[in-house]
């Protein structure tokens, strides 16, 4: 993955860990691990870690902690409605990025 889209995933992480996390409560390793197995190869887990924190502390997820078999106990992450209503958001966001880039894209294409 290039740099430019590396600094594009920033502005999208947040988004992308709500659209996780409404699949199915999960811990940060798991996440991160999903999002890898999407082809986001390049997440960075202490990146993935930070906006995790950003999200619980604007009241986004709610969390639970289980116990783990490998060390300390493992904060598990919940979409609550609060965060539901963000993920609408963002994907509503998205879609009007993406219309409008599409546009342009196909503007210049045609030139």
Do not use: C
């Amino acid at each position: 993955m290039g740099k430019q889209m590396t600094e594009m995933l920033k502005g999208f992480l947040e988004g992308m860990l709500l659209a996780a996390l409404a699949r199915e409560p999960a811990h940060g390793y798991e996440i991160t691990s999903r999002l890898r197995d999407l082809g986001f190869t390049d997440i960075v887990e202490g990146t993935v870690y930070a906006v995790l924190l950003r999200i619980e502390q604007r009241g986004l997820v709610d969390v639970e902690k289980v116990p783990s078999e490998k060390g300390p106990p493992r904060k598990v992450y919940s979409l609550n409605a609060a965060g539901h209503d963000a993920l609408d958001e963002f994907w509503t966001n998205w879609s009007f990025l993406a219309d409008r880039l599409a546009a342009l894209h196909d503007e210049g294409e045609k030139q």
